[in-house]
Antibody
Framework: EVQLVQSGEEVRKPGESLKISCKGS????????IGWVRQMPGKGLEWMGI????????RYSPSFQGHVTISADKSINTAYLQWTGLRASDTAIYYC????????????WGLGTLVTVSS | DIVMTQTPLSSPVTLGQPASFSCRSS???????????LSWLQQRPGQPPRLLIY???SRFSGVPARFTGSGAGTDFTLKISRVEAEDVGVYYC?????????FGQGTKLEIK
């Protein structure tokens, strides 16, 4: 069974850095896309970006470009989402999800990582 | 960016009755390869999203047959033939035809 296991809840102060992870198993991690989705408290889903681990081809939503970095380490089947200067407005649940092909649906989802940014 | 607009925002339905959700895109979702990359996801309270339908009308593995997707171009519909209690949650349409991918704002299904 395809699984995406995300790292645990994080609490940070504004301006701090953070890197959360998403580890895939039971499928070819290298040859599938991994996307990141934000869900702010009580709000809908927002697509942040996507990476193809085999060559690290990465695409960002303009809404998130420059504020986050998506990366992957194919040797350990893990994708990452990182910030270098967190804001209170980054408080949200972050989901990773698998896309089999570049334009395909997201068919498997992680449970989400809750990030709280507060002074 | 392609804007996805869902209606209604909330849908109170009686158990056993049908439900219908609409999703409209600001431009055609037909890809140059001929496919239309429109999917529907369900998010139950406190859970991550779950894929229901992809490429307009293909039901994902394990999804009950009471869920049906239809549409073309810019107008799409998700129907539930007979609503069950476990269907409560928010339903999102999503396009993966063009970067950046985008979601609709969601339709909340509630039981009357």
């Amino acid at each position: 069974e395809v699984q995406l296991v995300q790292s645990g809840e994080e609490v940070r102060k504004p301006g701090e850095s953070l890197k959360i992870s998403c580890k895939g198993s039971a499928y070819s991690f290298t040859n599938n896309w991994i996307g990141w989705v934000r869900q702010m408290p009580g709000k809908g889903l927002e697509w942040m970006g996507i990476i193809f681990p085999v060559d690290s081809d990465t695409r960002y939503s303009p809404s998130f470009q420059g504020h986050v970095t998506i990366s992957a380490d194919k040797s350990i089947n893990t994708a990452y989402l990182q910030w270098t200067g967190l804001r209170a407005s980054d408080t949200a649940i972050y989901y990773c999800a698998r896309g089999v092909n570049r334009n395909s649906q997201f068919d498997s989802w992680g449970l989400g990582t809750l990030v709280t940014v507060s002074s | 960016d392609i804007v996805m607009t869902q209606t209604p925002l909330s849908s109170p339905v009686t158990l056993g009755q049908p439900a219908s959700f609409s999703c409209r895109s600001s431009q055609s979702l037909v890809h140059s390869d001929g496919s239309t990359y429109l999917s529907w996801l369900q998010q139950r309270p406190g859970q991550p999203p779950r894929l229901l339908i992809y490429k307009i009308s293909s039901r994902f593995s394990g999804v009950p047959a009471r869920f049906t997707g239809s549409g073309a171009g810019t107008d799409f519909t998700l129907k539930i033939s007979r609503v069950e209690a476990e269907d409560v949650g928010v339903y999102y349409c999503m396009q993966t035809t063009q970067f950046p991918y985008t979601f609709g704002q969601g339709t909340k299904l509630e039981i009357k």
